[in-house]
T-cell receptor, first 115, second 111 residues
């Protein structure tokens, strides 16, 4: 079975440019999460969706960040304009819902460098 | 604020047993999970505890004490491939799927 698929795997761009990260969750999973990982701040939840609807975006750092999920099989995280401090690894994860603790399945991440 | 604390680094030799602790301070609690992440890789789910006690999954076990806001991951018969970072994560309530991750513990397994 295919796991969570993210693209691109690596992105290097100049400050001020728009960056779009893409994610395809595991089919049948109704929760999708976007995380950012840095050495200084660890793994931070940016936003999560349930059935394509954003539920909690309290982790989105500022208005330069936006996320969408137009359908059950696709989500994007956009940064516009990008800044060097946005450099990080961005992970997308998906999970089933339900009671208890549901394992989150992470994609391989996008390594973003803003010059 | 909400936080999960873990030791930053642990070192052990092949074949040994190692315990990675996690202490949490969160507004609520609905379960403690553990994830493994190799360098350059993605976090992968290992185990979770919703109730007090020990859960065993092969060489890995996880323990939870809700009264102490404390849990640990126990790795037995250490192998070189266990060298990785390990994160605990708390789901704060049944009303949210937001998980708060710990700072991570880097485990080095020596030959």
């Amino acid at each position: 079975d295919a796991g969570v698929i993210q693209s691109p795997r690596h992105e290097v761009t100049e400050m001020g440019q728009e960056v779009t990260l893409r994610c395809k969750p595991i089919s049948g999973h109704d929760y999708l999460f976007w995380y950012r990982q840095t050495m200084m701040r660890g793994l931070e939840l940016l936003i999560y969706f349930n059935n394509n609807v954003p539920i909690d975006d309290s982790g989105m750092p500022e208005d330069r960040f936006s996320a969408k999920m137009p359908n059950a099989s696709f989500s994007t995280l956009k940064i516009q304009p990008s800044e060097p401090r946005d450099s990080a690894v961005y992970f997308c994860a998906s999970s089933l819902g339900g009671a208890g603790v549901q394992p989150q399945h992470f994609g391989d991440g996008t390594r973003l460098s803003i010059l | 604020g909400q936080s999960l604390e873990q030791p930053s680094e642990v070192t052990a030799v092949e074949g040994a047993i190692v315990q990675i602790n996690c202490t949490y301070q969160t507004s609520g609690f609905y379960g403690l999970s553990w994830y493994q992440q190799h360098d350059g890789g993605a976090p992968t789910f290992l185990s979770y505890n919703a109730l007090d006690g020990l859960e065993e999954t092969g060489r890995f076990s996880s323990f939870l004490s809700r009264s102490d806001s404390y849990g640990y991951l126990l790795l037995q018969e250490l192998q070189m491939k266990d060298s990785a970072s390990y994160f605990c994560a708390v789901r704060a309530s049944s009303g949210t799927y937001k998980y708060i991750f710990g700072t991570g513990t880097r485990l080095k397994v020596l030959a």
